[in-house]
């Protein structure tokens, strides 16, 4: 297994960020600002790291009633033989628990901000990984996704909508 340090937000750049997401191929368009503001809003934001390369990250948002497990990145590297897509660091396999450790964490702390549930999305392969955590499937329940630019055009179509 290999020496795994865990850290937060202390430490952790905008810059080191964008290459960890660039490495993993994971579709993020943000600037530093945005990084900034990612790391600062987060009410849980745990890295783990091997020879000091971010390897990992796992974060959580809340509201004071719901908490949100929003990502949980793992290089492939450190999946295991398991991890076949190996698509954007998603987890399909923890075979050194570092992804799960991550998590716990997050979870510990929206549990200590006194939320009264936490959701999560899951991609396909993740969907076992999360399982594994806890989480349990609700019947009925579809992610569903905009961006903000969609979010302008809808309001702006709505706003020009005559009877």
């Known amino acids: 297994m290999p020496d795994v340090t865990y850290g937060g937000a202390r430490g952790t750049s905008p810059k080191e960020l964008r290459q960890f997401y660039t490495r993993l ?36 948002v809340c509201d004071g009633v719901r908490g949100y497990l929003t990502e949980c990145k793992l290089d492939p590297a450190y999946q295991g033989p398991a991890a076949v897509t190996r698509t954007d ?7 050194f628990g570092i992804a799960a450790e991550m998590a716990r964490r997050v979870l510990d702390k929206l549990h200590a901000e006194g939320v009264h549930r936490i959701d999560v999305l899951a991609w396909g392969t993740e969907v076992d990984f999360l399982e594994e955590l806890g989480f349990k499937r609700k019947g009925g329940l579809v992610g569903m996704t905009m961006t903000p630019v969609q979010a302008v055009a809808v309001a702006a179509n709505a706003g020009s909508t005559s009877l």
Do not use: N, P, W, Y
């Open 89 to 95: 660091g998603r987890v399909e396999h923890d075979s």
């Open 25 to 60: 191929k994971h579709d993020v368009d943000a600037d530093a600002e945005h990084f900034r503001r990612m790391i600062k809003t987060s009410a849980a934001f745990v890295t783990a790291r091997v020879d000091g390369q971010l390897v990992g990250v796992s974060r959580g």
